[in-house]
């Protein structure tokens, strides 16, 4: 059917065709002969000219668009040799001035301003921190106040809280110091705990034998009548308590009382007593902060300016009573291994921590920074601790006297277990075991930022049973250092921290290699470039020597 459509089409175009051929003809003959004398050409051949005409300018428009793409594309090796060069010398700079750019950048994000990383996360800390608390229960306390027996001492705990801190009263100063408070909230984690707060704790009854430490420089009178006041309330040497009323909510004394119509200074303000009692939730009890930002020097960033607004307090003498090192959550950047200082209000005195090793914590590697022997040391040992001796009196190292920043009870702080102290303290009791995995007191710090990656701060708190022949209830007892309660502050860089921490400090390394990369490319595309315009150069002489005409044009071209 298609063939037989086909066939018939050509049939009629030949037919059409052929019709238009004999009405060319018959115009062409009535033209001829119409035409006047004075014309000598067919009309042929002015169709033929004016075709010819029409070709040429045609020919004409080609050869000047394919001139100019070969101007165009004769042109391309100088422009990429010019763009490779302008690149070559940003990316040299750019590799050359990289580092210190991120430098200038990473200092800026570490200072403690509005706005900033460290500001930020100081503000909302990231880590999760944990206090764990040990107490000592006293096995045979009848005995030790019968017999003057060594005090047995049994660990319990840990009873573990998770501890948050929250920046309150913000105030920046001109000076780059800003000052604040911090209130610290304590909830306990009973999963992490081994025990209850319902447990049942023998201890020392700290108010009486604080009441009785005060006491020992008063007159005979004053003693005789503390003696008959103990008599009538039927305090005695030994409680017991459950652990949330020795730790937080506290426990009513009646010597705390009566101690609000005695003397200032016999007995500590309070209704209650609780190591920790009326701190949970508190602003004010860690005292004001004053500390520097780091925005005009880095190297300043988190060191204490003041602390209740004077830099020199009155608990310790000479240089050791001043306000220094961090606050003890951040550190200047760039650490180097010496020692870190940090200012511990909870003591009122600065502790130095030396480097010891390094270590790596989640992938990151950092520097370990521990609180050896000297911290506690005594003169003897370490004659730079004399000012720590109150008055001029000094214990054997491994104590360290705090008594004057805790309302003059006789608060005496250590490590853990009596950690790295003269053995004359461990002597005293029995049912202590120091060890260095347990009881050390350190920080790891990454090197580059001072970001802390692990943390565990451990003290322990002892209370000195003074005896004084004219105060009976301590009469018969030998001087004692008697451990009561230790515990540790932890804090772990979670790993997905960990990597950017170890990203951030790659950073300068590869964005050095990469502006290098970019430079060595750019002189390659350089070097192609020009290796097209020489050869261009050279066939363009070629073709110039032979023919004149192609020297003129391409030098034209070019």
Same mark, same amino acid.
């Given at each position: 059917?298609?063939?037989?459509?086909?066939?018939?089409?050509?049939?009629?175009?030949?037919?059409?065709?052929?019709?238009?051929?004999?009405?060319?003809?018959?115009?062409?003959?009535?033209?001829?002969?119409?035409?006047?004398?004075?014309?000598?050409?067919?009309?042929?051949?002015?169709?033929?000219?004016?075709?010819?005409?029409?070709?040429?300018?045609?020919?004409?428009?080609?050869?000047?668009?394919?001139?100019?793409?070969?101007?165009?594309?004769?042109?391309?090796?100088?422009?990429?040799?010019?763009?490779?060069?302008?690149?070559?010398?940003?990316?040299?700079?750019?590799?050359?001035?990289?580092?210190?750019?991120?430098?200038?950048?990473?200092?800026?994000?570490?200072?403690?301003?509005?706005?900033?990383?460290?500001?930020?996360?100081?503000?909302?800390?990231?880590?999760?921190?944990?206090?764990?608390?040990?107490?000592?229960?006293?096995?045979?306390?009848?005995?030790?106040?019968?017999?003057?027996?060594?005090?047995?001492?049994?660990?319990?705990?840990?009873?573990?809280?998770?501890?948050?801190?929250?920046?309150?009263?913000?105030?920046?100063? =001109?000076?780059?110091?800003?000052? !604040?408070?911090?209130?610290?909230?304590?909830?306990?984690?009973?999963?992490?705990?081994?025990?209850?707060?319902?447990?049942?704790?023998?201890?020392?009854?700290?108010?009486?034998?604080?009441?009785?430490?005060?006491?020992?420089?008063?007159?005979?009178?004053?003693?005789?009548?503390?003696?008959?006041?103990?008599?009538?309330?039927?305090?005695?040497?030994?409680?017991?308590?459950?652990?949330?009323?020795?730790?937080?909510?506290?426990?009513?004394?009646?010597?705390?009382?009566?101690?609000?119509?005695?003397?200032?200074?016999?007995?500590?303000?309070?209704?209650?007593?609780?190591?920790?009692?009326?701190?949970?939730?508190?602003?004010?009890?860690?005292?004001?902060?004053?500390?520097?930002?780091?925005?005009?020097?880095?190297?300043?960033?988190?060191?204490?300016?003041?602390?209740?607004?004077?830099?020199?307090?009155?608990?310790?003498?000479?240089?050791?009573?001043?306000?220094?090192?961090?606050?003890?959550?951040?550190?200047?950047?760039?650490?180097?291994?010496?020692?870190?200082?940090?200012?511990?209000?909870?003591?009122?005195?600065?502790?130095?921590?030396? !480097?010891?090793?390094?270590?790596? =914590?989640?992938?990151?590697?950092?520097?370990?920074?521990?609180?050896?022997?000297?911290?506690?040391?005594?003169?003897? =040992?370490?004659?730079?601790?004399?000012?720590?001796?109150?008055?001029?009196?000094?214990?054997?190292?491994?104590?360290?006297?705090?008594?004057?920043?805790?309302?003059?009870?006789?608060?005496?702080?250590? !490590?853990?277990?009596? !950690?790295?102290?003269?053995?004359?303290?461990?002597?005293?009791?029995?049912?202590?075991?120091?060890?260095?995995?347990?009881?050390?007191?350190?920080?790891?710090?990454?090197?580059?930022?001072?970001?802390?990656?692990?943390?565990?701060?451990?003290?322990?708190?002892?209370?000195?049973?003074?005896?004084?022949?004219?105060?009976?209830?301590?009469?018969?007892?030998?001087?004692?250092?008697?451990?009561?309660?230790?515990?540790?502050?932890?804090?772990?860089?979670?790993?997905?921290?960990?990597?950017?921490?170890?990203?951030?400090?790659?950073?300068?390394?590869?964005?050095?290699?990469?502006?290098?990369?970019?430079?060595?490319?750019?002189?390659?595309?350089?070097?192609?470039?020009?290796?097209?315009?020489?050869?261009?150069?050279?066939?363009?002489?070629?073709?110039?020597?032979?023919?004149?005409?192609?020297?003129?044009?391409?030098?034209?071209?070019?």
């Amino acid at each position: 059917m298609f063939v037989f459509a086909s066939s018939i089409g050509r049939s009629r175009y030949a037919e059409k065709m052929a019709t238009e051929i004999r009405d060319f003809n018959d115009v062409v003959k009535e033209t001829s002969s119409s035409s006047t004398t004075d014309s000598h050409m067919p009309l042929i051949d002015d169709l033929r000219s004016e075709t010819a005409t029409t070709s040429n300018h045609v020919y004409s428009l080609n050869n000047d668009d394919e001139g100019g793409r070969h101007r165009m594309g004769r042109g391309w090796p100088r422009c990429c040799a010019i763009s490779g060069l302008v690149t070559a010398v940003v990316g040299a700079v750019l590799a050359l001035t990289f580092p210190l750019l991120y430098h200038a950048i990473l200092n800026y994000e570490l200072s403690l301003q509005k706005g900033t990383l460290s500001y930020k996360l100081w503000d909302e800390p990231p880590v999760a921190m944990y206090i764990k608390f040990y107490l000592f229960n006293i096995t045979n306390s009848e005995d030790v106040v019968n017999n003057q027996a060594k005090p047995i001492l049994q660990q319990l705990g840990p009873y573990t809280f998770k501890e948050s801190h929250h920046r309150v009263n913000i105030q920046p100063h =001109d000076n780059y110091t800003m000052t !604040y408070q911090q209130r610290r909230v304590w909830h306990f984690i009973e999963e992490l705990s081994n025990g209850t707060l319902q447990d049942n704790i023998t201890t020392l009854n700290v108010p009486l034998v604080g009441a009785t430490y005060t006491l020992r420089f008063q007159p005979l009178w004053y003693k005789v009548g503390f003696n008959r006041i103990v008599k009538l309330l039927g305090s005695q040497m030994f409680v017991t308590k459950n652990a949330s009323e020795l730790l937080f909510d506290g426990y009513p004394d009646p010597l705390l009382e009566l101690g609000k119509r005695l003397p200032p200074g016999t007995f500590p303000p309070f209704d209650k007593f609780a190591w920790f009692y009326q701190r949970n939730n508190s602003e004010s009890y860690d005292g004001v902060f004053n500390i520097f930002t780091g925005e005009d020097h880095i190297s300043k960033m988190g060191e204490m300016d003041l602390w209740n607004y004077t830099s020199q307090t009155n608990y310790y003498e000479s240089y050791c009573g001043m306000v220094n090192g961090s606050f003890g959550e951040a550190w200047p950047p760039r650490r180097n291994k010496t020692n870190i200082s940090m200012y511990i209000t909870d003591i009122c005195r600065t502790v130095t921590l030396d !480097y010891e090793k390094d270590v790596v =914590d989640v992938g990151v590697s950092s520097y370990r920074f521990a609180a050896n022997e000297k911290v506690f040391s005594n003169s003897t =040992d370490h004659p730079d601790n004399w000012c720590f001796c109150s008055g001029g009196v000094c214990n054997p190292s491994g104590v360290g006297n705090s008594s004057t920043c805790r309302f003059g009870a006789p608060v005496f702080v250590s !490590y853990p277990h009596y !950690y790295l102290a003269d053995p004359y303290y461990i002597n005293q009791v029995e049912g202590l075991s120091p060890k260095k995995n347990l009881h050390q007191f350190y920080i790891d710090l990454e090197p580059e930022m001072a970001v802390p990656t692990s943390v565990r701060a451990r003290l322990q708190i002892n209370i000195l049973i003074e005896p004084d022949i004219d105060i009976e209830v301590v009469r018969n007892f030998q001087r004692i250092f008697l451990p009561l309660v230790w515990f540790e502050i932890s804090a772990d860089l979670t790993s997905d921290l960990g990597f950017w921490i170890n990203f951030a400090n790659q950073l300068p390394m590869y964005g050095t290699a990469a502006f290098f990369a970019i430079f060595c490319l750019s002189l390659v595309g350089v070097a192609v470039s020009g290796v097209f315009l020489v050869k261009r150069r050279s066939r363009t002489h070629a073709i110039a020597s032979v023919d004149p005409n192609s020297k003129e044009s391409d030098t034209t071209d070019s």
